[in-house]
């Protein structure tokens, strides 16, 4: 089963400009960096890069789950900061929803991050949305398609096989370079499925579907 998010690799028009907002403000630790490419890691096992490019950028969107007793905290950082949080059209910066709490910022790209919470996790965050006919919120944002590479960590060799079978059925091209890893688009989105070390009993624990099977 896919685990969880293991790397998100965005194009950006400027790797000092990058480095400036996700090291210098956010405070990513950077675990790679050259003259046109830099890669921070946010989380123990997510890895966020950027490579500079002289083509026009489509903005991403994407968002960072905290825990729901430190989301106050949080967006208090921010404020603190000084780093800017968009606005609704009533004024308002934290949306309150039926399971939770979010905020929105963008970076010097253009790109929207959230910040959000949930009252509890049961589901599963991995989602890479395709439609171009819907408006970000709260900005009514146009929504593009970002040239990016998406990898997800899997469990384990025998749940790539099996992805492999569906995509040969839905004649899906793939590549894979029998490491451990795999390689496909769908939707003009390029993803890669690959082995990780993130620890297997952490999808249950979080009530994850199908964790249990």
């Known amino acids: 089963m896919i685990t969880h998010f293991a790397r998100l690799q965005l194009n950006t028009v400027s790797v000092q400009g990058v480095k400036q907002y996700y090291h210098d403000l956010l405070c990513f630790p950077i675990i790679y960096e050259s003259d046109n490419e830099i890669r921070f890691l946010p989380t123990e096992y997510f890895i966020l890069g950027f490579k500079e490019t002289a ?15 430190e989301f106050e905290n949080v967006v208090k950082w921010f404020d603190k900061e000084r780093i800017p949080l968009l606005k609704w059209p009533d004024g308002r910066i934290v949306d309150a929803f039926e399971t939770g709490k979010n905020v929105y910022f963008r970076d010097g790209d253009g790109n929207l991050l959230e910040i959000i919470t949930h009252f509890a996790i049961g589901g599963t965050a991995h989602a890479v949305i395709p439609s171009k006919k819907r408006k970000w919120i709260p900005i009514s944002m146009s929504a593009l398609t970002p040239t990016m590479n998406v990898s997800f960590g899997v469990t384990n060799s025998i749940f790539i096989e099996e992805v492999k079978t569906c995509l040969q059925e839905e004649d899906i091209f793939y590549e894979s370079n029998g490491d ?17 070390n993130f620890p297997e009993e952490v999808p249950s624990l979080l009530n994850l579907p199908y964790s249990r099977l």
């Open 55 to 69: 083509d026009p950028i489509a903005p991403a969107h994407f968002a960072f789950e905290v825990p729901y007793s």
């Open 180 to 196: 451990g890893e795999l390689h496909f688009k769908i939707n003009e989105y390029n993803f890669d499925l690959c082995m990780t």
